[in-house]
C-alpha cells in the first residue's frame, strides 16, 4: 500500500478511505458535467423547439442537482457503512445518471434530425 492509503484515520476502521473519497470526487465531477451539458443542451435547442425546451429543462436540471447532492450523501453513506460494515449505499445515483443521460441523448437526437 502507499502512504496515502495508510495511516490514522483511513480504512474501515478509521471511518475513511481514499478510494471512497475519490469515488466522491468522481460523482461530483460527473453531476457538474451533467449540470453543464443539461444548461448546454437547452441554450442549443431553445431556438429550434421553443416551449418544448422547457419541459426538458424541467427534467433535465432537476436530475442533474439530484446527482450533485446525492453524491455528498452517497460520499456520507459509505463513509459510515465502511466504518460499521453495513450496506453500502444502493443503485439510485447511478439510475438518476442513466437517466438523465437518456433524456440528454434523445434531445440531442431530435435536434439533429430535426435539420
Known amino acids: 500500500m502507499t502512504p496515502a492509503a495508510t495511516g490514522p484515520g483511513v480504512g474501515p476502521s478509521g471511518g475513511d478511505s481514499v478510494p471512497n473519497a475519490r469515488t466522491a470526487l468522481a460523482w461530483t465531477r460527473t453531476g457538474l458535467a451533467l449540470l453543464g451539458s443539461a444548461l448546454l443542451a437547452i441554450r442549443v435547442v431553445v431556438d429550434r423547439f421553443g416551449p418544448l425546451t422547457a419541459a426538458f429543462a424541467v427534467v433535465a436540471l432537476p436530475l442533474a442537482v439530484v446527482v450533485l447532492v446525492g453524491a455528498g450523501r452517497r460520499y456520507r453513506s459509505a463513509r459510515a457503512a465502511l466504518s460499521t460494515q453495513v450496506r453500502l449505499p444502493d ?11 437518456v433524456v440528454l441523448a434523445v434531445t440531442e437526437l431530435a435536434f439533429v434530425l430535426s435539420g
Open 91 to 101: 443503485g439510485r445515483l447511478p439510475a438518476g445518471v442513466a437517466i438523465l443521460l
